[in-house]
């Protein structure tokens, strides 16, 4: 009570946080008389006076009032926009590194220009991070004008783009790209073995578009790097077949019994929540004898440990035959599956369900079955924007997840007033006994609205949903265009055009759609539309004028029928998709509506909702067709949505955990891979992990301690002639007295140094530094993908400890610390045994030519835990060449004492035989310098 009466008398926290940035707007609004005197040239000089101020000692808070004034008069006179006060406030918010909520329609992208300028000032580079390729290839234009005339260059970062081209432009001075690419960036960064070839420069400070989007529901699950695996084509169909069989038993069993099967019984039991589904000990033995009739386990016991990837891919493919739907989870498009995003309903091609879930969804739909991935990078998202020295963020729904923000991101959350106040109406929900009789009424409210003129926006949270309500709507005569995965080519345009007079524009889950809807129609894309074959001249610029009368002329009947009515056809799971949905209505200061319609079969409710709801709902005798409305009944709502938010807010966390983990150990593999791409020489790290290879070899036969007759004499020989090559007397040295292992390692230590002196010798030093640094560098990666791969199935099953009461994290610390000291000991072991093993031979130098790109390596962003991808852009969409073979040294090694001579340059590079090759001819390897070998 004191709270709310405190609250009235002197404002919120944020109120007066905001208040406070008056001082420094005031010092920017005074500012502004003295630039519009300014000439073009006297503007654009402004960039190169903050430079001398900043080498001068001044920082960047010094110069903000000047640097964003100066921006303010750019924008007016390049586009014609000038910068709201409360945009003023935005922009300081997010050069305080914060996040700054503000409203659809508020201008943020024009907002996000003021603090990206004042930060690309000091040429360090400024990221620009948005949630699909349109909007970053839109912004990068369209805001590039602005930077262009003050002097500052701008990049854009999208998929499929060639190496040279994203190294210039990371090298901008502001680079737009989504926050998948300058994630996967960064990993294929760390993949390469030459810094020259690196794209990415030092982090220094990001702007997250649609933060709440990119930081929340993105970042539940990690960006993957894979490659491929063996094929298992036929292993899917097989166990394909046995499943859909279950599933047929398991209706027939339900249809018997009048309904679903108690808890336990039955062949399998499914959780809608968490999407997991599982046999039951019936289920078990029944799979256990089809699969031994199939031939398709080796034991007649379907634990036994040779069985472990037929029950791996059996689970799968029982969770692609349930729990898997077509139209809504994926689509089958080209012989294809391609994955649906929930959160934005866009097609996602070439992203891929991990851990052969992909291939269970592809031997289901009778598709090309692709082979599986083995992971060979990966980070969270959390843990890759947590590397930038500052970090911001905007949207126009954060406020509900401020509290995760600050926990993981420590990212305060800053509401931002309107420019106007917001005249839309929000109206309490319509709640309906089932499906149908909601799409009906939601039908017969569309056609009302319809035929008086207002623009109806329809919200749903599937295509089946959109296909479904375009069914009755087609029944009442009403023209509606449907904006889904199946036709997100034309997304903007049909946005764009969705506040006219009576359209009606059904959408696949409006969030990160980015463009706005301007009542009576987008000026812009109607002159692209339909001039776009006119040739420049009177005619054009009469036929312009024409179509801005008629968008002036519709958007007075728009705003005379209410503005744009905003439905959703359900409840989302987050209440932040809700209302980015119902801000698309009542955009700067226009009147709107919105209204949302429910029902008892809506997933939220049917899976999340109390059970008294339903009770309570059914004992009303509510009448088919009829709607009800209350407080209670939202607030009801909002309650399962709260408990779905804090549940995956609750996964999100654990990802991070386990992720921090594996975090640690890539921040040492990474810095250690860029202190020998940086170093002339590495002789000093490979004598170390010699001396240390010895001492283990030493001390594994002969342990502190023990006595000479408990040696593992014959080991150690053994040991010494594999790792070292070395004919070591230990048979010699054991017959004198007084034998101790440092004995022993002393005389090894010195024996191999005159094997590899001798060994130097041959070569000239150049190309023998080459030949280290080459080899560090490849088993490094080699070692450090083949722990990735250890640490995936390890992630896999640690759960399991929960039933000895463990906690599975501490678990999971304890074996991935021990599982990364010994993935330490086997490579320096391996390092010293390729260096004194390997035969080497002076090879001529290959021709000069340009940078070779990595192989195209499938990227995905999936969860570890369900195999769910979360990734909305595509590239990658095939994996190609193997890992680690972008560079080869010009010596070349074997392990054997000769070598076939081949007149190949690029042999040993690990280049695919169907990849282009890296001559740049534009042919396949195999059929150009491949065809030699």
């Known amino acids: 009570m004191w709270q709310a009466i405190a609250k009235t008398i002197f404002g919120s926290s944020n109120d007066r946080y905001v208040k406070s940035l008056d001082k420094t707007v005031a010092r920017i609004n005074a500012l502004e008389e003295q630039l519009v005197d300014f000439s073009d040239e006297e503007l654009k000089a402004q960039t190169l006076k903050f430079r001398k101020k900043l080498e001068e000692g001044q920082t960047l808070d010094d110069i903000l009032p000047e640097a964003f004034a100066t921006v303010r008069e750019a924008a007016k006179r390049v586009m014609g926009m000038r910068h709201y006060d409360v945009q003023m406030v935005g922009g300081i918010v997010l050069h305080r590194g914060e996040i ?460 005379a029928a209410g503005g744009l009515f905003v439905l959703g056809t359900e409840r989302h799971e987050s209440r932040r998709i809700d209302n980015q949905l119902r801000g698309r209505s009542g955009r700067q200061g226009d009147p709107g509506l919105s209204r949302f319609y429910l029902c008892l079969e809506d997933d939220l409710l049917r899976i999340f909702g109390p059970d008294t709801l339903f009770a309570k709902m059914m004992n009303a005798n509510l009448e088919d067709g009829e709607a009800i409305g209350s407080k209670w009944l939202s607030k009801a709502i909002e309650t399962a949505q709260k408990k779905v938010e804090a549940r995956n807010y609750e996964m999100r966390k654990q990802v991070v955990q386990f992720d921090d983990v594996m975090n640690d150990q890539r921040k040492v593999v990474y810095e250690q891979r860029s202190e020998i791409m940086d170093s002339e020489r590495v002789d000093d790290v490979v004598d170390e992990m010699r001396r240390d290879a010895i001492n283990a070899i030493v001390t594994g036969a002969c342990p502190p301690g023990s006595y000479p007759e408990q040696w593992d004499v014959a080991g150690l020989k053994e040991k010494v002639t594999d790792t070292l090559g070395l004919d070591a007397p230990i048979d010699a040295w054991m017959e004198e007295e007084q034998i101790e292992p440092d004995i022993f390692e002393e005389r090894l230590q010195e024996m191999s140094e005159e094997k590899l002196a001798a060994k130097i010798a041959e070569l000239p030093e150049d190309t023998w530094r080459r030949v280290e640094k080459s080899i560090l560098l490849e088993r490094l990666d080699y070692h450090w993908k083949e722990h990735l791969a250890t640490l995936d199935a390890l992630r896999q099953v640690v759960f399991l400890r929960a039933y000895a009461q463990k906690q599975p994290i501490n678990e999971y610390k304890q074996e991935a610390f021990g599982l990364f000291e010994t993935m330490l000991e086997t490579l320096r072991e391996d390092v010293t045994k390729v260096l004194l093993t390997a035969q080497f031979r002076a090879a001529a130098p290959p021709p000069p030519r340009p940078l070779p790109d990595l192989p195209q390596f499938l990227t995905g962003h999936i969860d570890p835990l369900t195999g769910e991808d979360n990734s909305n852009d595509g590239d990658g969409s095939e994996a190609m060449a193997p890992l680690f073979g972008t560079l080869a040294p010009s010596p070349v090694a074997s392990t054997g004492s000769g070598g076939a001579q081949t007149n190949d340059p690029y042999a040993g590079m690990g280049v695919s035989r169907n990849a282009p090759c890296p001559c740049g001819s534009g042919s396949k390897y195999k059929h150009c310098h491949g065809a030699q070998s």
């Open 100 to 559: 700054a909520e503000m409203k659809t329609g508020e201008g943020k992208t024009l907002v996000a220009t003021l603090a990206t300028y004042l930060n690309a000032i000091e040429g360090k580079g400024v990221h620009v991070v948005t949630v699909n390729d349109y909007l970053a290839r839109r912004d990068a234009e369209w805001m590039g004008q602005l930077y262009g005339f003050l002097g500052l260059t701008t990049g854009v970062i999208i998929p499929n783009l060639p190496e040279a081209a994203r190294r210039q432009a990371y090298a901008c001075d502001i680079t737009y790209g989504t926050n998948n690419e300058f994630g996967f960036d960064y990993l294929r960064d760390n993949m390469k073995q030459e810094r020259r070839q690196m794209v990415q420069r030092p982090f220094n400070f990001a702007i997250v578009d649609e933060v709440d989007s990119i930081l929340i529901d993105e970042a539940r699950t990690p960006l993957i790097i894979s490659g491929p695996t063996e094929d298992k084509s036929e292993l899917y169909i097989a166990l394909d077949a046995q499943i859909k069989q279950l599933v047929k038993d398991q209706a027939a069993l339900e249809k018997a019994n009048g309904g679903p099967m108690p808890e336990g019984e039955g062949y399998f039991t499914k959780d809608e929540k968490s999407r997991n589904i599982q046999l039951t000990e019936e289920g078990f033995e029944e799979m256990e004898q089809r699969l031994l009739a199939a031939g398709l386990i080796e034991t007649d016991n379907l634990y036994d440990v040779e069985n472990t990837l037929v029950v791996h891919h059996m689970d799968q493919a029982l969770r692609a035959v349930v729990m898997f739907k077509k139209d809504t989870d994926y689509i089958v498009k080209h012989d294809k599956v391609i994955i649906i995003d929930e959160f934005t309903g866009r097609m996602m091609d070439g992203r891929r369900w991990s851990n052969g879930l992909h291939q269970a969804v592809e031997a289901k739909e009778g598709v090309e079955i692709q082979p599986e991935n083995q992971t060979m990078a990966s980070i969270t998202f959390q843990n890759y924007f947590r590397m930038y020295p500052k970090l911001s963020g905007m949207t126009g729904t954060a406020a509900t997840e401020a509290s995760e923000f600050w926990d993981i991101y420590k990212l305060n959350v800053v509401e931002i007033p309107t420019n106007v106040p917001v005249a839309r109406v929000d109206e309490e929900d319509e709640f309906y006994k089932n499906t149908m009789d909601k799409f009906a009424a939601i039908a017969k409210a569309i056609k009302e609205k319809n035929e008086i003129g207002q623009p109806v926006l329809v919200g749903t949270v599937s295509i089946e949903k959109s296909e479904l309500l375009s069914k009755f709507l087609d029944k009442e005569g009403v023209a509606h265009s449907v904006l889904n995965a199946r036709m997100h080519e034309q997304e903007a345009r049909i946005v764009a055009q969705a506040g006219r007079p009576g359209a009606v524009t059904i959408a696949t889950n409006m969030a990160g759609r980015g463009t706005d809807i301007q009542l009576g129609g987008n000026v812009e894309f109607r002159i692209d539309d339909e001039l776009a074959e006119m040739e420049d001249g009177p005619a054009k610029e009469a036929a312009i004028a024409k179509i801005k009368a008629e968008v002036a002329e519709e958007k007075a009947k728009v705003l």
